[in-house]
């Protein structure tokens, strides 16, 4: 009889939503102090009608009961209310502009809705991504997760998760100025909606027909489309939605110059935005009231709309970081994981060959078993070493910006106030960059160390380890075993030596001796001249204008960078000859490594591991990376990499620069 209750409750028009809400706690707080009271499907669905009934009221108290929900469903293996649970909580983190947890969230459910074959909540987490990446300015991602997610609503058709698809897939569009496409598919989206009867897609996909004609100029247009959008959108109870249509009408009337309007919709938007705590519309709010302030001649009211705006800024800036350090956490509890099942299966082939082989066939698997353990630790020991580093930087963070927090007091009238807020925040920029410099150096310094100290246990242990285990293996008399086992015998002398070959040539690349004595050209060259005789491909060098040394940490990566397209080139292009050329300009360094291979054909817009690890070490460094299309055969690839220089007598010095 209560859950009949509550559903005539839940259902009825007139029932206030704080009342609501009352009823739902108390009901819960019984399903709580008794368990007979409701089953975990009941129990669950009381803490999910909570969350949602606290969505427009309070966004903090429904986070809390989404993670009650979450915590709920893992323990009663609720794997349906998971993924409902899951897509929650990446559209609270949407809504407080955290995107990278919002994508964390969507991924969980994605992977486990495509296990239990959910095809219309597959689609939904495709479209929920897509948003995610369209916050970051990640198109490209975002545009294909639409595509995907519109395929699979080919084959499972859905009209509601059609819509949210639609809706993500034109803002992608339009912010990437392919406007007549945008104008498109909002209106496609528009006309759907009205076909459903869904007021919420309705008003948003009038909004963003109004935004396309903003873009485009037509402003009446714009205006005219925001106001029904507005309208609508005050039926469906959505402050989200409300919120993004008055400020959005309200930086248009900024564009028109009309002050008046302008501050009485940014109010609206704080207002509505306030009760629930969503702090980026706040925050967007107080951004254009010091517009508007700014220029009517109010300069206090401007200064503390622009205090707030800073201080929200700052506040969603450390939530942020605060997630992806605990993202950061769950992917190595995965590789964690990953080691322990990779191990077991090596367990259990131990255990299916010991009853085949003889007794020093078991001492081989034995010391072959051992190694991967020894691998294991090693790669425990480097991750928590990588743990403590990050922590480090993070309380360097964290003391810079307290440093930014402590900013003089402003003086009488806005423009001297603005005028120091500058300079102290000019100086404060430079300290920034200054300690951002002391980090990279200690960083890189600590990766040289580290990659030294790895170079080293590779060469005297794992090649030792690699030696010993070959040496047990040979011990073997392979006339005793049977055929079949004196192939699989022979294919086991075979991967041990090709494994200690490729430890000798990694721990002599990973950073060689000679990349700091004698230099990056030296270093190349005594590199090529080692691949033309031991490869079948022709390797040609060609460095001009390289008689200085470059700064240290640049020569390493441009090494490391050079080695990871000459391994893809060996292994993958099929190639006869290999170009690679350096180049010194006056403010940089342009590298290129082409070949005559098969090309990348269709895969050329896919990044592997190491075309990633290239992307990142260019992204410390400043440089671009791309790969243009070749009208025949083969693959090029362009490198660019700024270099500072200062004049001195007339002359170029490179900073920083110690060779």
């Not at 997610?149 to 809706?167: Q, R, W």
């Not at 073997?476 to 086991?492: G, K, M, N, T, V």
Request: some cysteine; aromatic content about 8%; overall charge positive.
């Amino acid at each position: 009889m209560k859950k009949i209750l509550l559903l005539i409750l839940l259902a009825f028009p007139g029932f206030s939503q704080t009342a609501q809400i009352d009823s739902l706690k108390q009901l819960l707080s019984q399903s709580i102090r008794r368990p007979d009271f409701a089953s975990d499907t009941a129990h669950s669905q009381l803490i999910k009608a909570t969350m949602k009934a606290y969505g427009n009221v309070n966004i903090d108290s429904s986070a809390r009961y989404n993670a009650m929900l979450i915590d709920f469903c893992l323990k009663r293996k609720l794997e349906d209310e998971l993924i409902y649970a899951y897509h929650y909580a990446g559209y609270l983190f949407q809504i407080k502009g955290d995107h990278h947890q919002s994508i964390s969230f969507q991924y969980k459910a994605l992977i486990l809705a495509e296990k239990l074959k959910q095809f219309k909540r597959v689609a939904f987490s495709h479209g929920a991504l897509a948003h995610a990446y369209t916050s970051l300015k990640s198109y490209k991602k975002a545009l294909a997760l639409c595509l995907q997610g519109l395929a699979v609503l080919s084959k499972h058709p859905d009209k509601e998760t059609e819509m949210s698809i639609l809706n993500v897939l034109g803002s992608v569009y339009r912010e990437q100025g392919q406007l007549k496409e945008a104008l498109k598919v909002n209106s496609q989206l528009y006309t759907l909606a009205r076909a459903e009867n869904d007021p919420w897609y309705e008003s948003y996909g009038l909004h963003a027909v109004g935004r396309v004609f903003n873009d485009m100029g037509d402003e009446t247009k714009a205006m005219d489309f925001y106001r029904k959008a507005l309208t609508l959108s005050e039926k469906t109870g959505s402050t989200e939605l409300q919120g993004n249509i008055l400020l959005n009408t309200a930086h248009l009337y900024i564009k028109q110059r009309n002050w008046k309007e302008a501050y009485k919709y940014c109010m609206l938007a704080k207002q509505i935005a306030m009760p629930v705590k969503n702090s980026s519309i706040i925050m967007e709010a107080e951004e254009m009231l010091y517009t508007v302030f700014k220029e009517t001649g109010r300069p206090d009211d401007a200064l503390r709309a622009y205090e707030s705006f800073v201080f929200l800024k700052d506040s969603l800036s450390r939530e942020k970081n605060q997630h992806r350090i605990e993202a950061l956490q769950a992917q190595y509890d995965n590789v964690q994981k990953t080691n322990a099942l990779q191990s077991e299966r090596v367990r259990r082939l131990a255990g299916e060959v010991k009853n085949q082989q003889l007794g020093r066939t078991a001492n081989g698997l034995f010391m072959a078993t051992l190694s991967i353990i020894v691998i294991a630790v090693m790669l425990f020991w480097n991750v928590r070493q990588l743990r403590i580093k990050n922590r480090e930087i993070d309380r360097q963070k964290n003391l810079l910006e307290v440093a930014q927090a402590e900013l003089a007091d402003i003086n009488k009238t806005l423009e001297g106030r603005v005028a120091q807020r500058t300079e102290e925040l000019l100086t404060a920029n430079r300290e920034l960059t200054e300690k951002n410099e002391e980090i990279k150096k200690a960083l890189f310094k600590g990766q040289k160390i580290e990659r030294k100290r790895v170079a080293i246990e590779l060469h005297d242990n794992l090649s030792s380890l690699l030696s010993a285990v070959n040496m047990s293996i040979q011990s073997i008399d392979p006339r005793r075993l049977s055929e079949p086992h004196q192939a699989i015998y022979q294919s086991l002398i075979h991967l041990i030596q090709n494994a200690y070959a490729e430890v000798r040539n990694i721990s002599h690349n990973i950073l060689p001796a000679e990349l700091e004595k004698e230099g990056l050209a030296k270093t190349l060259e005594t590199l090529i001249g080692r691949l033309n005789k031991n490869s079948g491909i022709q390797f040609s060098l060609s460095i001009q204008n390289l008689t200085n040394r470059l700064p240290i940490e640049i020569e390493f990566n441009l090494y490391s960078i050079v080695w990871e397209l000459i391994n893809n080139a060996i292994r993958h292009s099929q190639a006869t000859e290999v170009l690679i050329s350096l180049v010194r300009s006056e403010f940089g360094v342009s590298l290129s490594v082409g070949d005559n291979g098969i090309g990348l054909g269709n895969s050329s817009t896919k990044r592997g591991v190491g075309l990633q690890n290239i992307h990142n070490r260019l992204e410390t460094l400043g440089g671009t990376f791309d790969i243009p299309e070749t009208a025949g055969s083969g693959t090029l690839v362009l490198i660019e990499i700024p270099i500072e220089v200062v004049r001195f007598n007339g002359n170029l010095v490179i900073e920083g620069n110690e060779g």
